[in-house]
């Protein structure tokens, strides 16, 4: 793909991310959020595993396609690196969307606001303590919510060069996250990361 197909394709999703309001239906759509920070830590060492670990082995080899354009892009010039990184970012968060089965409609810039308890389960998971989201999950949830944490952890400190290892920290991470924010079902039954589990 050339550079000026890339850029088209950026300014696309630019002009929808523009018209929507500036809250994020996820942290994995913002810049700030893990699965942003994860693609953009791909393109500086040239390592694609932290960015695959965010999708199912069905799209390793889209993501894959696109990661090598971006590199390539990349070298162009400033203009270009900008431009190459944004198209990156917004590819893989749109995979790792539509492999949650969740609407996808841009990634927000950086400091864009995110629900409370999202905030702290990201706390949580960074401390391994589960305080911060003390009374902002019902007391009655509350089993169900250390047992998906717990899980979470369990897997938290994998080898980030093994993206089978990366892919099954992220489905209890994911689980985690979605449990404290309201969600009743388990993630993984319509995740498609959930396939790379199945194959352990």
């Known amino acids: 793909m050339t550079l000026t197909l890339i850029i088209a394709a950026f300014l696309g999703t630019l002009a929808a991310l523009l018209l929507k309001p500036l809250r ?14 994860d693609g953009l830590r791909s393109l500086e ?10 999708v199912g082995p069905a799209d390793e080899n889209e993501l894959r396609e696109v990661f090598e354009q971006a590199l390539a892009a990349r070298d162009l010039g400033p203009a270009a690196r900008s431009v190459a990184e ?16 969740a609407p996808y409609s841009g990634v927000q810039p950086y400091g864009t606001p995110v629900d409370e308890r999202v905030a702290a389960a ?3 998971i960074a401390s391994g303590d589960l305080a911060p989201l003390e009374g902002l999950v019902p ?4 089993a169900e919510l250390q ?5 979470a952890l369990d897997r938290k400190d ?3 060069s093994d993206v089978d290892a990366g892919r099954a920290y992220i489905e209890t991470y994911v689980s985690f996250f979605k449990y404290a924010e309201g969600e009743d079902h388990e993630h993984g039954e319509h995740h498609a990361l959930a396939h790379a589990q199945h194959q352990h």
């Open 24 to 37: 994020a239906s996820a942290h994995c759509d913002t810049m700030d959020g893990p699965t942003a920070q």
């Open 45 to 54: 060492t040239g390592d694609p595993a932290p960015a695959l670990k965010w």
């Open 86 to 101: 944004r198209w990156f970012i917004e590819n893989l968060v749109r995979i790792h969307r539509a492999g949650e089965g």
């Open 122 to 124: 990201d706390a949580a």
């Open 139 to 142: 007391a009655d949830r509350w």
């Open 147 to 151: 047992r998906r944490f717990a899980a």
């Open 158 to 160: 994998y080898d980030t």
